[in-house]
């Protein structure tokens, strides 16, 4: 059998500490965080260096074999699940910091060092790491390039893209792509590793990352603000940007079904007396603590005065900072609470969110009207997040996928994008040509065989 | 003849006011500032729309005539020089600002707007846009995009790939593809903007861009300060970021050698009593004119006192800070005072451009003792620019390559790149090979083919 052939000339190149037979894989490498069934792998195989991924893509193109690149596996659209008949590769054991470079303001790594690994060994350099999200201590810089992440940062910092300034990418055929050289510009032909951030693995294997550090803030301050409606949520965050500029961190808006379930779930005491449409948990940055605290509640002040706050907590300490944030924290939750979660991750026109979540709240309750949903997200990014929780809708998979498709068509009425920062893997594959158009589709099926000719790398994930 | 075909059937579609005759087009569509010799082009194509492009790209494909995307020609490295036998593509009547949302700070343009013109509506709406050069009153965002523009405000801003929330391009098959949702986030699949900025118009043409607009500053200041070596110009540099964070707007450092040749050829006094090895220019923005201008004052003194500055100027009125920066117009007068101007445009490690500074005069002053060269950039960016006047190393083409050859090698040598900010065009293919592997390059004509396969769009340009 041409499998044995292959796995026999895998284990004798590689070694057997390196490469597995599917057999011996144990369980945690058959799926990822999305609830996709698992699937085991034809082999693991786990590189310690940039040349053994290179050699092990070579034998699978030799033997025309897939390849499911895998990460920290905490992802949500189950791009890292492997495919049947493909080996898994992991990136786990290349999880060296290379080289901390403070003064540009930079940092080499492996792809399979944790984005907390990184994010600890930049503020030990006094400096910070732009992307922040839920599985820091589990997801990887490489699974964190290939999904463009998002997160908590992104107001602030940008998406992944935007802390990437180099990558070494592994091609199907084992072709090394140096990409790493630390220039903030270099307009030399394509700038070619834009084309693997987002890939989703696709493309190739992202096997060292060159990320850009940012400056430590030297003060922060937390506020958790009520909002009588999404305009004048849009209106305080102007507000805190025309103020603070690119201090203002995160803003992080929580819709009253939102906060009612995570008061409920996590046994929170109310932040306020009465309840409000909106609640926003913001983060500012700046430069001393008691100017920085005097300059919120000058800035909350003038809102309140313009009708645009009607209540508003500033944290004292970093202990009250932490319970305020504890608020935001209800998705950790949601699958012990929801049976099961339906969940959403779309981006919008900013301005539109508020419709766009009426739509969906007026869509649902005329076809469901038990029906249970959350609102919540990063507004500021015209990211929004909705889960809705399946029992309330009926429960069964025909009525997941109705709530699916009705959401997703509001999308596309809202001309919005059927993920923001969660990709697409095979989840939302279904929902692809919501977002793009079959010109587009095509361009990108084009580029994929381009570089992967053979259509080995992490097929079926993306698009068909 | 099948040109003759092509042409009656171009100018039947288009109209004769659109579409030209090679014989009839006016002499400043056949090159563009790069001094590259003329080219008439077989036909000049001016449309005013996107359809109109996308017919002349139809009719181009289907009797396999090469295309020449021009937009305000203002271009250094010679992209937009007619190829013979090439239709020259002008977007110049693209030139309609189409909408501004300053709310989620979105301007949608055309491809034709001038720079000049998206800068002075962003100010009018009371934002600003982050790419600045100084052929801002010609040059088309378009050609911004194409070439991925640098310019004044990469320091705080990005370059221009960093302002682009959308564009849409029409493929050489005139396939338009409209990826203009106004979205920060938006992972579905790959992210097919990236591919065309940067792409020097060899992969489709850009028609229409999002553009993201930045909030206003509130208050500005500008101080010249000198310095004793480089190691003090990164040391300031980091000081201002530390204190200023992204509110350091520019950040400009000039050798002596440049400031002589500023003071001489703009007859301009000298700005201190004595002679620095370096002056930097730097522009802070703030909140508050005078707390700005105190916290500028307090910097500069921390940094007096480290020895990183050994003199410094603030700026005291909006006329001493534009008397300020015409120590850096310079380039603009390389062209009367060099004979000819050998100029360079190189990234490098910004750690590095100091040492690679002395390793250029060194190299340089073995070979020609008698060169003139001056040393200028954005070296917050990492962005070094050199001029050596020709007639003091030779004069001759010989003698021009071979200091080309030699500062190109050392740009290899400091793992650099031979274009920042102005691309490769014409004139850097021979050392593009100098900042890219041949398995970049590699996958770099592979993308080429994806888009497009008959080689149509700027053939020659970037690489062969």
């Known amino acids: 059998m041409s499998h044995e052939k292959f796995l026999d000339e895998l284990i004798s190149t590689l070694?057997?500490?390196?490469?597995?037979?599917?057999a011996d894989v144990p369980e945690r490498y058959h799926t990822d965080w999305s609830g996709t069934p698992p699937q085991r792998p034809l082999a693991l195989v786990r590189p310690r260096s940039t040349q053994e991924v290179s050699a092990a893509l070579r034998l699978c193109t030799a033997h025309q074999v897939a390849v499911v690149p895998q990460g920290g596996l905490t992802g949500l659209a189950g791009a890292a699940v492997p495919s049947q008949g493909a080996i898994a590769l992991s990136l786990e054991?290349?999880?060296?910091?290379?080289?901390?470079?403070?003064?540009?303001?930079?940092?080499?790594?492996?792809?399979g060092v944790t984005l907390q690994a990184v994010q600890e060994a930049a503020v030990a350099a006094g400096m910070v790491f732009g992307v922040d999200l839920g599985a820091r201590g589990s997801c990887q810089i490489g699974g964190n390039v290939s999904t463009n992440a998002g997160g908590n940062g992104v107001l602030q910092h940008g998406m992944m893209r935007e802390q990437v300034l180099g990558l070494e990418v592994v091609l199907a055929d084992g072709t090394v792509l140096p990409m790493l050289r630390p220039m903030i510009k270099n307009n030399t032909g394509y700038d070619l590793k834009q084309f693997f951030i987002g890939a989703e693995g696709t493309l190739g294997v992202v096997t060292r990352v060159l990320l850009r550090l940012r400056p430590a803030p030297q003060a922060t301050a937390t506020t958790l603000v009520a909002m009588p409606d999404f305009d004048a949520a849009l209106a305080v965050l102007a507000r805190m940007q025309s103020h603070f500029g690119n201090g203002v961190a995160a803003y992080e808006l929580m819709w009253d079904s939102f906060v009612q379930a995570s008061l409920s779930w996590l046994q929170l005491g109310a932040p306020f007396a009465e309840r409000h449409p909106l609640l926003a948990l913001i983060n500012m940055d700046g430069k001393n603590e008691s100017q920085l605290q005097g300059d919120v509640q000058q800035v909350l002040e003038e809102a309140m005065e313009a009708g645009e706050v009607v209540d508003a907590i500033v944290a004292q300490s970093v202990a009250q900072a932490q319970a305020l944030w504890k608020l935001r924290e209800a998705p950790a939750e949601l699958n012990n609470n929801m049976h099961p979660a339906i969940n959403f991750d779309v981006s919008l026109p900013q301005a539109d969110i508020g419709r766009f979540a009426q739509a969906c709240e007026a869509a649902f309750s005329a076809r469901w009207p038990q029906k249970h949903a959350l609102y919540f997200g990063h507004v500021g990014d015209g990211n929004l997040h909705v889960s809705v929780d399946g029992k309330t809708v009926g429960g069964t998979p025909e009525a997941i996928e109705a709530v699916e498709a009705e959401l997703y068509r509001l999308v596309g009425e809202f001309q919005g994008s059927v993920s923001a920062e969660h990709g697409i893997g095979l989840h939302k594959k279904p929902y692809l040509q919501a977002s793009r158009t079959q010109e587009e589709l095509a361009a990108m099926r084009a580029i994929k065989q381009a570089l992967d000719p053979l259509g080995l790398m992490n097929p079926g994930k993306v698009f068909d």
Not at 15 to 22: C, I, L, S, T, W
Not at 98 to 108: C, I, K, P, V, Y
Request: glycine share 12%.
């Open 15 to 22: 070694g057997a500490d390196v490469a597995q037979r599917g």
């Open 93 to 111: 054991r290349m999880n060296t910091i290379e080289n901390t470079d403070t003064r540009a303001g930079l940092m080499q790594v492996q792809a």
